[in-house]
């Protein structure tokens, strides 16, 4: 749909081939402690692994010139080329996050490391030339950035890398937030609802879980939600365009984070777990970085209005990345092994936290490990992050329509905005059952056990938090609501609303029902269980049926404290949010005792056929109390 037809066009394929390269390089071997892509194979005469296999880091080919030197240049360093493409105000940022990875090679005696030139029009050499590693830029409307590499496949040496970016991920106001769908809720909350489920438990592919770099696409969620609030509190231009310290900021970020892909890095979704928000925001450490690595998904920081405006994103490499870098990288003379080894014992140091995409998909247990998510305590940042959508409502048609202009940007502006609510709810909602994991190796400095239990307050927080602010009745403008037009384009590129008045209640109930969800999914369940088992017998403990029953009295608070009164149709007793939200967790309440899916403890299901008992006779309580007037709703709902 980025073409006006695509019969018409023109598809260039483009072969590169070229022999491997006979440099000496000598591979090294890989750690789980450690975040590398690997070049794997099987060799039955190496008996150092229980199942032969042998795995290699992906790295460059980085040597001193002058191997015994404190600091050396390299002997070939690490060259980038900006594309003449590449828009001439935005080539000092870009090459500014290609070089901050300087700071980790210079820790190790390599004086610049990495070096970025720039191709000119009158240079005639092809960017998809193996010969070139090329930073290009692309308008394909498609809003992706990634970093390939080509590898030796005998050894894991990189021989080429090439990153691409395309321009629209900057951009703010998207029309694929005037309507969510169940898939685009799926994708933002980071599940994906179009694979065949194993066990009813949404499992993605391998290829989804260790290769994709899906980060430009929350950015695009990130730049709209930014452009929102500066739209609400008045600092966009009329043009909308987002600020110049944002967008410099923003691509900084990305840039380094695809950079380090290039220099074989795997994400590393625990890093923004480091500090606390109030050490994050701290105007004495501006100038430090705010996350432990700049290969997680970092959420925009923005703060309330008045409220002095921290750095938006991180602003240069992290602990962790200095100690990856050291791991692939450090000039090793003697024993290769031993020395890796003690590297890789620092993992329980403060920062050094590695959790990577197959720790961080939908059911995974760790909520310290997330996309999106900021600081050591993420309750607290949703916290504020919930607050802050509910501080910018009301004002929100005045900022984001001016005079002459039609509504669709409060359209768009409303749907961010929602969507950042409910997924800050989803953060919450991990606490529920979960499990931290850390990767440290028995006698490692500051080992911690592989699995912690979230502590049992912080779940019961969770559950409050949830029954406060996700499930409560939401509170919207009329006049906003029904200023939220959609756009009334017809043409290639464009998508026809499914309405094009706001379906309010239908866009409340995707978001609430994905994250009852998580709260009442198998895994979830049985994690639950599986804690009371681990947890020691004077230890508190969250426990199955504490669950359950306060999920129902989160979500049918009106039939545990039965007010007297007279209640209309158009003041009902309970209302149609409510209904809503009680329909879908009666549904998933009712799925596991009728329909238990796989890996759903036996537990849970007699325990929720008794939770259900004593919800059905609550509900005909209220139905005949005799001071408590129902209306047609309520009644009919209730019945």
Request: net charge negative.
């Amino acid at each position: 749909d980025t073409v006006a037809d695509p019969r018409g066009m023109q598809v260039t394929v483009h072969y590169s081939i070229s022999q491997l390269p006979q440099t000496g390089y000598k591979p090294r071997k890989a750690d789980d402690r450690v975040g590398y892509f690997l070049t794997v194979a099987k060799d039955f005469t190496d008996n150092s692994d229980d199942e032969n296999f042998v795995r290699y880091i992906n790295r460059w080919d980085l040597q001193k010139d002058a191997p015994e030197a404190k600091v050396s240049p390299p002997k070939k360093p690490i060259t980038f080329w900006l594309e003449k493409t590449v828009p001439v105000n935005l080539r000092p940022i870009i090459r500014a996050g290609i070089e901050e990875w300087n700071k980790t090679f210079d820790k190790l005696g390599f004086d610049n490391a990495i070096e970025v030139n720039q191709q000119y029009e009158k240079d005639t050499w092809d960017p998809e030339d193996v010969r070139y590693n090329t930073f290009r830029w692309i308008t394909a409307e498609a809003g992706f950035a990634m970093g390939p590499s080509r590898v030796n496949p005998l050894t894991g040496q990189i021989l080429d890398a090439d990153i691409l970016f395309d321009a629209s991920f900057l951009r703010s106001w998207k029309s694929s937030y005037e309507n969510f769908t169940p898939s685009s809720v799926a994708a933002l909350f980071d599940i994906d609802h179009t694979r065949p489920a194993k066990g009813a438990v949404f499992v993605d592919s391998p290829r989804q879980r260790h290769a994709d770099c899906r980060l430009s696409d929350g950015m695009q969620h990130q730049s709209s939600f930014a452009g929102a609030v500066f739209a609400a509190q008045g600092m966009m231009t009329k043009r909308g365009e987002l600020p110049e310290e944002y967008l410099q900021q923003a691509l900084k970020d990305v840039v380094m984070h695809e950079v380090g892909h290039t220099l074989g890095l795997r994400h590393n979704f625990k890093a923004s777990a480091w500090k606390t928000l109030a050490d994050i925001e701290d105007p004495a450490k501006a100038n430090e970085a705010t996350v432990g690595s700049v290969m997680d998904y970092l959420p925009v920081n923005i703060v309330a209005a008045g409220t002095k405006q921290p750095a938006y994103y991180t602003t240069t490499v992290g602990p962790y990345d200095f100690w990856a870098i050291e791991y692939g990288y450090k000039t090793i003379n003697g024993d290769e092994n031993a020395e890796l080894i003690k590297i890789a014992i620092r993992s329980g140091e403060s920062g050094l936290d590695f959790a990577t995409d197959e720790d961080t998909e939908s059911n995974d247990p760790d909520p310290f490990s997330g996309r999106f998510d900021l600081g050591k305590e993420p309750i607290v940042h949703a916290q504020r992050q919930m607050a802050l959508v509910n501080g910018l409502l009301p004002t929100l048609l005045e900022r984001t329509v001016q005079n002459g202009d039609g509504y669709q940007r409060a359209r768009q502006a409303f749907g961010v905005l929602l969507s950042e609510y409910y997924k800050s709810a989803q953060f919450v909602a991990r606490f529920i059952g979960g499990v931290v994991v850390h990767r440290d190796h028995k006698g490692d400095n500051q080992a911690r056990t592989p699995f912690t239990l979230v502590d049992a307050s912080q779940q019961r927080a969770a559950m409050k938090q949830l029954a406060e602010q996700a499930f409560t009745v939401p509170k919207y403008d009329q006049s906003v609501l029904n200023s939220l037009a959609a756009s009334r384009w017809r043409h290639w590129g464009t998508q026809d609303p499914r309405r094009i008045d706001y379906p309010i209640h239908e866009q409340v109930a995707m978001f609430q029902d994905t994250i009852l969800n998580r709260m009442l999914n198998p895994l979830t369940l049985s994690r639950i269980l599986d804690g009371e088992a681990k947890a020691s017998a004077a230890e508190d403990v969250y426990t199955l049926p504490e669950h359950l029953k306060g999920v129902t009295e989160a979500v049918f608070a009106e039939v545990n404290a039965q007010p007297a009164g007279e209640f209309t149709n158009r003041n009902a007793y309970i209302n149609s949010f409510r209904r809503s939200l009680q329909r879908t967790a009666l549904k998933r309440l009712g799925e596991i005792v009728a329909s238990p899916r796989t890996g759903q403890p036996e537990d849970a299901r007699v325990l929720t056929r008794v939770v259900l008992t004593e919800l059905a006779t609550r509900i005909d309580a209220t139905l005949i109390k005799g001071d408590l007037k129902l209306d047609d709703y309520s009644r009919a709902h209730l019945t």
